[in-house]
């Protein structure tokens, strides 16, 4: 059972309708949060950092991914 | 072929048109004085005949002869009429041949025609002239020539009417000189203009400090010179700028990539340069970008797209994605909604805005500072308000701050490109709203959404 925020839930949503998939943070900006403008701050890294605080316990294999230089990507697979 | 054209010259006609109704006036007045001269005249004429009657005609009759025979002897000019006759109409003396049919008894001074023995001949004349019947049944007439007072008359139109011609002639010329002198003048200013146009920004159109009109226009199109000079220089310096800060990261990525080709050895020091090379081609690519969306929303592209939306739920969300930030740097992040409030407008623009907006306050926020967002009502506006606990802006940076790639000395460290608050300005602008920049301690920043006026058109469809 985990406790998610609604911004933290729709993160989650969107990254597992696209399991598998990389996605980059202008991606998740503009789709998430509707957010075009490509901001300086690590707005994504931020969310993203929380969620996976949440969803990847300690002891767990870590399921959100963070690619270096591109993004992030959820694997449902080993 | 100059002539028709300053015949055609506005000036010109102008002066046409006050020439002649200067000519018309100055008939009519002449007229008046003409008139009035000889009714004066005139009506001096009759008094003196009148006076003359009553005196001749209260003498005892023995005198009356020999006061007519000296009335007509005084008469250096030959201009008065006397005549003394009987009940019967014979006449006693003076020089009428016979009473004046036309003349009533005992009446005023009125205009006879009588005959008049001349050396050249007979001739009427008309005159003035009074009869009283007198003691013996006798009549006595007195009168005189009307003709000279009307010689007078004439010469006193004469004059006046030989002042007119000259006055008119002056009037047109004057016509014609100020006529020439503003098409030299627009000649002039034309000139000037096409170097202006040429490039010559820095000319300006000569006025000298009088106050006539086309002084007050040469100083306001100078000031409107002046205007463009600086914007086209801020441009130029914009675009300096731009060139600049596109090139930075490039260049960094340019000399990583060399660097990494000489000398990563294995395949993890090659990814790391690729990572950081990427890195500054996104912070290019995110500067280009945001150069589109700016030069989109300043050409009014989105304008169609407005809508109704609803600040208060607008508001939340840009507080939901900043939160997690804020609490990084255990700023306090508020939100304050009075009432939920809609405005007209492009929901994803103002949401960039406000975004940025946020973005700034949680940016310029010391540690464990606080930044509120509020939404409230003013007097006939909605008003979005964010506030930070940091320094705020000072009152010379406020007049900067809106400009492209202005980033305040405090924050050059920090990753932006400064573009945040000359894209809130943008957006606010499209949307007919304002943006307010408070100074001094805390920085503050609103954005004052006026209400849509009573008959308004409603907005465009989606294209």
């Not at chain 2, 009759?61 to 250096?76: G, P, T, W």
């Not at chain 2, 010469?155 to 020439?180: D, E, N, R, Y």
């Not at chain 2, 979005?384 to 606990?389: A, E, G, I, K, P």
């Not at chain 2, 949307?431 to 006026?453: A, N, T, W």
């Amino acid at each position: 059972m985990i406790d998610l925020l609604p911004r933290e839930f729709r993160l989650l949503e969107y990254m597992m309708q696209r399991s598998d998939q990389l996605l980059t943070r202008a991606m998740l900006l503009e789709e998430v949060w509707n957010y075009k403008f490509i901001p300086a701050t690590n707005l994504v890294d931020v969310h993203m950092g929380r969620l996976r605080h949440k969803v990847d316990g300690p002891g767990e294999a870590p399921m959100i991914h963070n690619v270096r230089g591109s993004g992030f990507i959820l694997r449902t697979g080993p | 072929m100059r002539q028709p054209q300053f015949i055609r010259s506005t000036t010109f006609r102008w002066a046409l048109a006050v020439a002649g109704v200067l000519a018309i006036f100055v008939i009519v007045l002449f007229g008046f004085i003409y008139w009035k001269t000889d009714s004066y005249l005139i009506e001096r004429s009759d008094r003196m005949i009148a006076r003359q009657l009553h005196y001749v005609a209260a003498l005892p009759s023995v005198r009356q002869l020999d006061a007519i025979a000296q009335h007509l002897e005084q008469d250096s000019r030959s201009v008065q009429y006397a005549g003394l006759f009987g009940p019967d109409g014979r006449k006693i003396t003076g020089n009428l041949e016979k009473f004046p049919s036309d003349l009533k008894m005992n009446d005023s001074v009125q205009s006879v025609s009588v005959l008049r023995t001349l050396p050249a001949g007979p001739q009427t004349r008309v005159i003035r002239a009074i009869a009283q019947r007198v003691s013996d049944g006798n009549a006595l007439v007195i009168g005189r020539e009307v003709d000279e007072t009307r010689e007078i008359s004439h010469v006193v139109g004469q004059a006046l009417a030989l002042g007119l011609l000259p006055a008119f002639c002056l009037c047109l010329l004057a016509g014609a000189w100020l006529s020439m002198r503003a098409r030299m003048r627009v000649e002039e200013v034309n000139q000037r203009v096409q170097r202006i146009i040429a490039g010559n920004l820095r000319e300006r159109l000569p006025h000298r400090n009088v106050d006539e009109p086309f002084s007050k226009l040469a100083a306001i199109v100078n000031g409107m010179l002046d205007e463009m000079e600086t914007m086209i220089h801020a441009l130029a310096g914009v675009g300096n700028d731009i060139a600049h800060d596109l090139r930075t990261p490039l260049t960094r990525a340019r000399l990583t990539l060399e660097r990494g080709r000489t000398n990563a050895t294995s395949l993890e020091q090659l990814q790391t340069v690729v990572d950081k090379a990427i890195a500054n081609l996104d912070q290019s690519l995110s500067i280009i970008t945001a150069l589109l969306r700016l030069a989109e929303i300043e050409n009014s592209r989105r304008s169609a797209a407005f809508g109704s939306v609803p600040l208060h739920e607008m508001l939340r969300e840009v507080s939901d994605i900043y939160e997690p930030i804020a609490e990084n740097k255990n700023v306090d992040l508020r939100i304050e909604i009075a009432h939920p409030l809609t405005v007209l407008g492009d929901r994803d623009l103002l949401f960039e805005a406000v975004a940025n907006l946020v973005d700034n306050a949680v940016k310029f926020a010391p540690e464990g500072g606080k930044v509120d967002i509020e939404l409230i009502r003013g007097d006939d506006n909605t008003i979005v308000r964010v506030t930070d606990s940091g320094s705020g802006i000072t009152e010379q940076e406020r007049e900067v701050v809106l400009r492209r790639f202005y980033r305040s000395e405090k924050m050059r460290s920090t990753p932006g490109v400064g573009l945040g608050l000359n894209l809130v300005a943008a957006i606010v602008k499209l949307h007919g709203f304002r943006l307010v920049i408070h100074s001094g301690p805390g920085g503050r920043m609103e954005i004052i959404c006026p209400d849509p006026r009573p008959s308004r058109v409603a907005p465009a469809t989606k294209t």
